[in-house]
């Protein structure tokens, strides 16, 4: 009995050391205790997103051109995240939308704005800050902040407003 688990603590220390430089290579390393629980659930469910994506590659169901873009969307995310978390020094992340130049229209329409013009804090729409870019091996992804209700409702009137002017 003692046998056996001298040989387990033995594997279990050369498995620790063995995957310990593995994750030091891995970017830029946080501790989930620097963040509260709503941004941690946030940066879990973009690992899980992560470990759908592998295992969708693995299985041969996506390409791998597939398989990069959106591996690099969910850096773009996770990048943006952290920082915002960090700025802010607040337990809150609003809802974060990352897209490359070709997909602008996903949230523009036919006519989306050029990425060339985007300010940093720009609101667009009437639904979308722009939280900057954030460039990955796969190319730039812009990000943006979809405004809650009440923001939304704010820019409206501001933007009814603005016209109503003479």
Same mark, same amino acid.
């Given at each position: 009995?003692?046998?056996?688990?001298?040989?387990?603590?033995?594997?279990?220390? @050369?498995?620790?050391?063995?995957?310990?430089?593995?994750?030091?290579? =891995?970017?830029? =390393?946080?501790?989930?205790?620097? #963040? !509260? *629980?709503? @941004?941690?659930?946030?940066?879990?469910?973009?690992?899980?997103?992560?470990?759908?994506?592998?295992?969708?590659?693995?299985? +041969?169901?996506?390409?791998?051109?597939?398989? +990069?873009?959106?591996s690099n969307r969910i850096k773009a995310l996770r990048q943006m995240a952290i920082r915002l978390a960090r700025e802010?020094?607040?337990?809150?992340? *609003?809802?974060?939308?990352?897209?490359?130049?070709?997909?602008?229209?996903?949230? #523009?329409?036919?006519?989306? %704005?050029?990425?060339?013009?985007?300010? @940093?804090?720009?609101?667009?729409?009437?639904? #979308? +800050?722009?939280? !900057?870019?954030?460039?990955?091996?796969?190319?730039?992804?812009?990000? #943006?902040? +979809?405004?809650? %209700?009440?923001?939304?409702?704010? =820019?409206?009137?501001?933007?009814?407003?603005?016209?109503?002017?003479?």
């Amino acid at each position: 009995m003692a046998s056996i688990k001298g040989r387990f603590s033995a594997f279990l220390l @050369v498995a620790f050391c063995a995957l310990t430089p593995v994750r030091a290579n =891995q970017g830029p =390393q946080y501790s989930d205790d620097e #963040f !509260g *629980p709503v @941004v941690r659930a946030y940066l879990g469910y973009l690992r899980n997103e992560q470990e759908v994506v592998d295992d969708r590659v693995s299985r +041969r169901e996506v390409s791998s051109t597939y398989y +990069r873009h959106n591996s690099n969307r969910i850096k773009a995310l996770r990048q943006m995240a952290i920082r915002l978390a960090r700025e802010t020094h607040n337990d809150y992340l *609003p809802e974060l939308e990352a897209v490359s130049g070709e997909e602008m229209r996903l949230l #523009f329409g036919s006519n989306p %704005p050029a990425p060339a013009t985007l300010k @940093v804090g720009e609101v667009l729409r009437n639904t #979308f +800050r722009f939280l !900057g870019t954030v460039r990955t091996t796969g190319g730039n992804f812009y990000l #943006f902040a +979809r405004l809650d %209700p009440y923001e939304q409702a704010e =820019q409206t009137e501001k933007s009814s407003a603005a016209v109503k002017r003479p």
